[in-house]
């Protein structure tokens, strides 16, 4: 194998990434709006900025006219490898909980911390100059490399709707937005509102987006002293003010909401008897602190990727409406419409409507296909860890979007995912390992003779 990452990649690909961060690349706008750029300014000068460093490493580039995406690419030959990132970061949550400016990439004890520097800025601009290094090696291409840049992840992927609809899709690729050593099955993504009647005495505003488990749920209003007294007798953990009170969780990406704690669910479980309210019995009977959905659709897993999972991930109640965002994940040979009707059924118990906000069709690529075992062994070989094997998640990457894609990186088996929480931060030993594998993938799949592109 060859050694494609030098000092002069890693430190130009560290200040390059410094200022990415330095970008705040978070949604702006409300989802329904139809604005230019679509998703706010912090997002649109965080494509530009990428597009730039592209130029600046000899790439051809396109920015859609409306905003949405934008490419680059490098390379002749009849078959296209593509590899798709995403720029748009979640809020930075609690700012007090960050040890230094979530929007500055900072170096500390070997990490560099920052909003984005694990998902996804971290991870692209490691892909991005792996393939400088394989150019600076003066190897040759002989398929077309695309970086795909979407600007919509997080929320509803419209990027990539957009680009689906309007380009060329690649013969093969992969994601550098997820785990090593690969991801080839991701479950279903299901994004339903459960919406009821709006409350002249309760009003809650709670949770940062669906796919967060939330760490905080604030009640502000009456019998603060009466509700402390419940949250002490359930044994819910909280902090009291004058006029309100905060339920303590724990967040983590919805995708494992297993190892979080939901704080609307425990504030619910708290005012179901205290402030009675549809929305609020709703979550505290069929959902609770289950985070496998068992009360709603019961047993619902398979064997390729287990169990479903369901998360609370937002709630607003005022006088006029209410309404609970669920992020659910559905095993990958699961029957969406069975989740979707026993939804229906159950909410309208509670006289509550169900609406879907958003679906994510579950990605499938067998482990005996081509692309898997390709970059399975491009990281065995890297890495010497040939005990890991293929993954599937819960989480979903924008290898779904696309035929023959799969997630690849950037996270290591061993390390821990700081992805969507204060302090995310990765470490630049693997960041700098992530980019060597990069490279030897760029490398094997652009510049030699024996990958195909077949997935099958």
Not at 197 to 207: E, H, M, N, R
Not at 341 to 358: I, M, R, T, V
Not at 406 to 412: N, P, Y
Request: with cysteine.
């Amino acid at each position: 194998m060859k050694q494609f990452i030098t000092d002069s990649i890693k430190n130009e690909s560290l200040r390059t990434l410094k200022k990415l961060i330095a970008i705040p690349s978070v949604n702006t706008t409300n989802g329904d709006e139809v604005a230019f750029p679509p998703f706010g300014k912090g997002i649109d000068q965080a494509l530009k900025e990428t597009l730039a460093v592209c130029d600046k490493l000899g790439m051809d580039t396109f920015y859609d006219p409306e905003g949405y995406y934008g490419y680059a690419e490098y390379g002749d030959g009849e078959e296209t490898v593509g590899v798709l990132c995403h720029l748009d970061v979640v809020p930075e949550g609690d700012r007090e909980k960050w040890e230094s400016d979530p929007f500055k990439g900072v170096e500390r004890d070997g990490v560099l911390y920052g909003r984005g520097s694990q998902d996804d800025k971290g991870p692209t601009i490691a892909a991005l100059y792996a393939f400088k290094a394989v150019v600076d090696a003066e190897e040759t291409f002989n398929k077309k490399i695309r970086f795909i840049f979407g600007t919509d992840e997080e929320i509803l992927w419209r990027c990539m709707n957009n680009y689906v609809e309007h380009e060329e899709l690649p013969d093969l690729g992969f994601v550098p937005d997820s785990a090593f050593p690969l991801t080839y099955a991701e479950k279903g993504l299901l994004q339903a509102k459960i919406i009821g009647p709006g409350a002249s005495k309760l009003k809650l505003q709670c949770g940062s987006a669906p796919n967060v488990v939330p760490e905080k749920a604030e009640y502000a209003g009456t019998g603060i002293t009466e509700l402390s007294r419940i949250f002490d007798n359930m044994d819910i953990p909280y902090n009291k003010e004058e006029k309100s009170i905060t339920v303590k969780g724990k967040s983590v990406h919805a995708s494992v909401a297993g190892e979080g704690k939901n704080a609307i669910a425990l504030l619910a479980k708290g005012l179901v008897a205290f402030q009675p309210h549809p929305v609020i019995s709703f979550i505290s009977e069929k959902i609770g602190l289950e985070t496998n959905g068992e009360t709603l659709f019961g047993q619902v897993k398979d064997e390729v990727s287990g169990e479903l999972t369901v998360n609370v991930g937002t709630l607003e109640i005022n006088e006029n409406t209410s309404e609970v965002m669920l992020d659910i994940r559905i095993p990958v040979t699961y029957d969406k419409e069975k989740i979707v009707s026993a939804l229906k059924e159950k909410s309208s118990e509670y006289g509550l409507d169900y609406q879907e906000h958003d679906y994510l069709a579950s990605l499938y690529v067998p482990k005996e296909s081509k692309l898997v075992q390709s970059l399975l062994a491009i990281y065995r070989d890297k890495t010497g860890d040939y005990e890991s094997e293929p993954l599937t998640s819960g989480g979903a990457t924008y290898a779904r979007a696309m035929p023959n894609m799969v997630a690849f990186g950037a996270h290591f088996p061993d390390s821990k995912s700081l992805a969507h929480q204060e302090n995310e931060g990765i470490k630049l030993d693997e960041y700098y390992e992530a980019m060597d594998i990069y490279a030897e993938t760029i490398y094997r799949l652009c510049c030699t003779e024996d990958q195909q592109s077949n997935g099958e």
